[in-house]
């Protein structure tokens, strides 16, 4: 097995080969999440990061450099990518603090606690459709706490099985939810 990615390896890559695609992922991934982490401190969204680079390279592939350096470019990526969702979270921390003082400023208003209660209702219904397995690893990281090796452990699976429910299971709930998916999931599992 080649532990280098190769010239062939990113022509295979340019004209489609999934082949090529997913011996540089193998090869690259847990770099691009080392460089994800290393900016973010926070593992579900490294992965979040590893994944958008690996979709940038595929829908990119044509433009590659047949002799480039590989890693050049997926650091490139995952680094623009990393600090654009630091600055994201920045923003988002901003108002939901100010959703939150808004919230305890007038926290006795009848409108607002049955706002809340519509969120969380939303958010519960949501969660229950999801199919069993999501909803029991979503569960088991979001609400008991556990990290995707314990949840693996736990349930006699991967722990790529278990990155793969709960990245799917968040796409859902944040598609789902819509514009007040994350404001929504804070208010129904940090209350």
């Not at 770099?31 to 690996?54: G, M």
């Not at 994201?88 to 809340?116: D, M, P, R």
């Amino acid at each position: 097995m080649h532990t280098e990615v190769t010239s062939l390896d990113i022509q295979r890559l340019i004209v489609g080969e999934q082949s090529a695609f997913e011996k540089i992922h193998d090869l690259c991934s847990e770099k691009v999440y080392r460089l994800a982490y290393r900016f973010l401190k926070d593992a579900e969204q490294s992965e979040e990061i590893v994944q958008e680079t690996f979709v940038n390279l595929w829908l990119n592939k044509e433009k590659l450099d047949p002799e480039g350096n590989i890693w050049l470019y997926l650091y490139v990526v995952g680094k623009r990518l990393s600090l654009n969702a630091l600055r994201n979270v920045a923003k988002s921390k901003y108002h939901t603090e100010n959703l939150l003082a808004h919230f305890s400023e007038a926290h006795n208003s009848t409108e607002e606690q049955v706002f809340v209660h519509d969120l969380e209702l939303l958010t519960e219904k949501v969660i229950g459709a999801l199919p069993k397995q999501q909803q029991i690893i979503f569960k088991l990281s979001r609400i008991e706490g556990y990290s995707h090796k314990e949840i693996a452990d736990q349930l006699n699976i991967s722990p790529n099985t278990v990155k793969n429910h709960m990245g799917t299971a968040l796409k859902t709930i944040k598609s789902k939810l819509g514009d007040c998916g994350l404001i929504c999931l804070f208010l129904f599992f940090f209350k």
